[in-house]
């Protein structure tokens, strides 16, 4: 294991769980491999990964860094992130939720868990730059998500037409406080139709 | 877009029955009054703004049309409360005033069910009559990736004071986010002595447009 990744930000409240082992989140802190990064409400925190990878963190997320040595795996329990990487990958970098594994190819994205179903979470994600590849874990289903367009994978396991979404323009991108606020106020569960509100008679 | 195309066909042939209808039904004194509306409807986060104008065929085999306009503001999560203007045949004007409860009924998979009840004072600027209509409802919901494909209402519309009543049925096919088509059936029974009603049956468009 070594030290390779670098806590940058935060705002609101961060843990860091290392094996048996609780910390604060503080700025400059190093991050390891296999460490949980925990964010609470109205909180996020911005991690530089090695060779040029930023995660902005939202709040409400349990995010574990997995594997980082040689090929890069992310593990979403809970919330979302978005993720820039910046130029080509020479390795494979992975982000996963419990059904869900996207694979990236050089790009900026958004990915977070949706409404909870029976059958499982909704995971949404939204390319900004570049493409990610989608795929279904233990099920033969993947495909590509373009630059601009979204895809919500429903309960986590059935793929939909990627496509542009409205509210995919509300996001926000920045990764650098210096040039704004790092806040992203779109609610996932705002993506979904109201049904209170279909009133046309 | 072939579902699309069926279930166009689908409306179209469920009002085609009912026109034919019409006449047979007028040497009983009761009417079939088949329409046709349009509705622009603007949603403006809890402001709702919206023109319509309809037009129906008439037992006296005229046309009358009515403009609607008005505004609906989301008072709560589960309550919607409304103001709209009514010019009906360019003869009376009409202003409503309308507050609509609903409750969402969670089910599985991707059916939901809404109950709601509307509730609309209307008072007739023209000859100074008022009248309360209740309409308490049940929306079923089809979604398909977890946005309506379409609903369908029934419910029980009653008239206060001169207690007029009947069935209430409404379909809306969403075939995008902008553009629905309904079928509204309103059977109003006017005499149960005599069982004399009137049935206004209406096919409509809703333009619908939302900025956010």
């Known amino acids: 294991m070594g030290a390779s990744h670098i806590l940058v930000y935060l705002e609101g409240d961060v843990t860091v769980r290392r094996g048996e082992e609780t910390f604060s989140g503080e700025e400059g802190m190093t991050l390891l491999e296999g460490d949980t990064i925990e964010t609470g409400k109205d909180s996020l925190a911005l991690i530089e990964l090695i060779q040029g990878r930023t995660l902005k963190v939202i709040d409400q997320t349990i995010l574990v860094l997995e594997n980082t040595r040689t090929d890069t795996n992310l593990s979403l329990e809970k919330g979302g992130l978005f993720v820039k990487v910046k130029g080509l990958l020479s390795d494979k970098f992975f982000v996963r939720t419990e059904t869900v594994a996207a694979g990236i190819r050089g790009t900026e994205f958004y990915v977070a868990y949706g409404r909870t179903f029976e059958e499982g979470a909704d995971v949404w994600l939204c390319v900004n730059e570049g493409s990610v590849n989608v795929e279904v874990i233990d099920q033969d289903k993947s495909l590509i998500v373009e630059e601009g367009e979204g895809i919500n994978i429903l309960s986590g396991r059935e793929l939909t037409e990627p496509r542009e979404y409205k509210w995919t323009e509300n996001l926000n991108w920045n990764t650098d406080p210096t040039e704004g606020s790092l806040v992203n106020e779109t609610d996932p569960d705002s993506l979904y139709a109201d049904l209170l509100d279909v009133d046309y008679f | 877009?072939?579902?699309?195309?069926?279930?166009?066909?689908?409306?179209?042939?469920?009002?085609?029955?009912?026109?034919?209808?019409?006449?047979?039904?007028?040497?009983?004194?009761s009417a079939v009054l088949p329409g046709a509306r349009m509705t622009f409807w603007t949603d403006l986060n809890k402001w709702d703004l919206l023109v319509q104008s309809g037009l129906t065929y008439d037992e006296d085999e005229t046309l009358s049309y009515k403009i609607v306009?008005?505004?609906?503001?989301?008072?709560?999560?589960?309550?919607?409360?409304?103001?709209?203007?009514?010019?009906?045949?360019?003869?009376?004007?009409?202003?409503?005033?309308?507050?609509?409860?609903?409750?969402?009924?969670?089910?599985?998979?991707?059916?939901?069910?809404?109950?709601?009840?509307?509730?609309?004072?209307?008072?007739?600027?023209?000859?100074?009559?008022?009248?309360?209509?209740?309409?308490?409802?049940?929306?079923?919901?089809?979604?398909?990736?977890?946005?309506?494909?379409?609903?369908?209402?029934?419910?029980?519309?009653?008239?206060?004071?001169?207690l007029t009543q009947g069935p209430w049925f409404h379909f809306l096919y969403h075939f995008s986010e902008s553009v629905k088509g309904e079928l509204k059936s309103d059977f109003l029974i006017t005499d149960s002595t005599d069982w004399i009603y009137q049935w206004d049956v209406c096919l409509g468009l809703i333009l619908a447009y939302n900025p956010h």
């Not at chain 2, 999560?77 to 609509?100: F, R």
């Open chain 2, 1 to 29: 877009m072939n579902r699309h195309i069926f279930f166009l066909g689908l409306i179209v042939l469920a009002a085609l029955p009912l026109a034919a209808d019409h006449h047979l039904e007028e040497e009983q004194e």
């Open chain 2, 69 to 162: 306009g008005g505004t609906y503001y989301r008072i709560h999560k589960n309550v919607k409360a409304g103001l709209l203007y009514t010019w009906d045949n360019g003869e009376d004007q009409l202003l409503s005033l309308d507050v609509t409860p609903r409750f969402l009924i969670p089910t599985q998979g991707e059916r939901h069910s809404v109950v709601s009840l509307k509730t609309r004072y209307t008072y007739n600027l023209t000859d100074e009559d008022s009248s309360l209509f209740l309409l308490p409802g049940y929306t079923y919901f089809r979604m398909n990736n977890r946005q309506p494909r379409w609903n369908v209402t029934g419910a029980y519309g009653l008239y206060l004071p001169d």
